[in-house]
């Protein structure tokens, strides 16, 4: 079978087959052409040329599909290119196509990383010679819980004692920042080189740079703030947040250290920062880091559930590497979302 880079005069068919597959209720937000087009054919940083690829069958029928999701991580060493599969998905008339087109496109870049996916996705994944790399946790807290209520999608007997038991929540774990640290809404452009993850002898970090927040600050389905982090008027790191319906995401993020106090630091500026955004009831983020996922629950959030992160690495370019820094910009975490409201908490 070969690859063939799908062009955007074919959104029609692509959007027909990943209906057929996925088979989606409601509004396929996911799907809509605006978010295809951002996706798939937008000029990225990362990726030269469309980054919708499938297989076609001899009749000129999309027998599978994905896109590949630009993901480079750094080490001390080198920034290694990566490839992160999103709107997978084969023809069941087609066996393996599905792993196949996994196999082909993972060979376009050093590595691949697949983080979480439908149970059949990550037993394709594991059997394609993917190896478990970190565990993403997917952490949540409320901030507006009587909002939260008053919109919930699930009206049933738990709705006043979670309404009760969110209230206590953000009661007892009010986020006050520490003295001297601030927040400030910027550019895209204007995130300081030196506030961007930075890799450590045994830790790889995702790749970031301005022109990928703002390919970001684009995307039509979920709306995107760049906030700069500093510490006594000093930048000290970054979040970006994200919105859907009903949450704020923060969808990135990075401190210059690896204390879990700074983390709490930063996580409490996102969640005043969503606060004062003011169109969301809760916020949620997900990460690889133990600091930053106990500096996010040092300030209320809550883990909600685990991800793994699974990469495939040929070469073993990151054998040295213990660690490896991820958050929901590396995969559809930061924006995938079915225009309605769900809440974790
Ligand atoms: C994930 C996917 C792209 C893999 O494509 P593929 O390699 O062509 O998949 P196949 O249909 O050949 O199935 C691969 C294996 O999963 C099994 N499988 C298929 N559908 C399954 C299901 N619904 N539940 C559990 N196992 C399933 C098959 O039996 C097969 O197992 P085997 O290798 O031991 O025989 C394809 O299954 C798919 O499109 N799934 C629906 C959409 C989806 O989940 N996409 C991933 C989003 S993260």
Not at 5 to 24: D, H, M, Y
Not at 258 to 271: D, G, I, P, Q
């Amino acid at each position: 079978m070969d690859l063939i880079a799908l062009p955007a005069s074919e959104s029609a068919r692509v959007q027909k087959f990943l209906r057929g597959i996925f088979n989606p209720t409601g509004d396929a937000v996911f799907l809509s052409p605006a978010q295809m087009q951002w996706k798939y054919w937008e000029s990225h940083p990362g990726w030269t040329g469309s980054r919708s690829y499938g297989f076609v069958d001899d009749s000129g029928e999309i027998i599978a599909h994905a896109c590949s999701w630009p993901l480079s991580l750094r080490t001390t060493e080198s920034t290694i290119s990566g490839v992160h599969p999103i709107d997978w998905a084969a023809s069941p008339r087609a066996r393996g196509a599905g792993a196949e087109l996994l196999r082909q496109i993972r060979e376009l870049r050093e590595i691949s990383c697949c983080i979480g996916g439908t149970d059949v996705a990550q037993a394709v994944v594991r059997k394609s010679g993917f190896k478990p790399a970190a565990t993403m946790q997917i952490l949540a807290r409320p901030l507006r819980p009587l909002r939260q209520a008053l919109t919930h999608p699930r009206r049933d007997w738990k709705l006043p004692a979670r309404l009760l038991r969110n209230t206590a929540w953000i009661v007892i774990k009010s986020a006050h920042a520490p003295a001297g640290w601030v927040a400030e809404r910027v550019l895209p452009g204007a995130i300081p080189e030196a506030v961007l993850p930075l890799a450590a002898l045994d830790l790889a970090v995702a790749t970031r740079y301005p022109a990928l927040f703002e390919y970001m600050s684009k995307c039509p389905t979920a709306r995107h703030q760049i906030w700069l982090v500093r510490h006594r008027n000093e930048p000290r790191g970054y979040f970006v947040l994200s919105f859907v319906p009903g949450q704020a995401r923060v969808a990135d993020a990075w401190v210059l250290s690896r204390e879990s106090e700074e983390w709490r630091a930063l996580y409490v500026l996102a969640v005043q920062a969503a606060l004062e955004e003011g169109s969301t009831a809760e916020i949620t983020t997900g990460a690889t880091l133990q600091e930053a996922c106990q500096g996010a629950i040092a300030c209320g959030f809550r883990p909600y559930g685990e991800i793994d992160v699974m990469l495939y690495d040929p070469n073993a370019r990151l054998a040295g590497v213990k660690q490896i820094h991820l958050q929901m910009l590396d995969n559809d975490l930061a924006f995938l979302h079915n225009n309605r409201i769900e809440y974790s908490t």
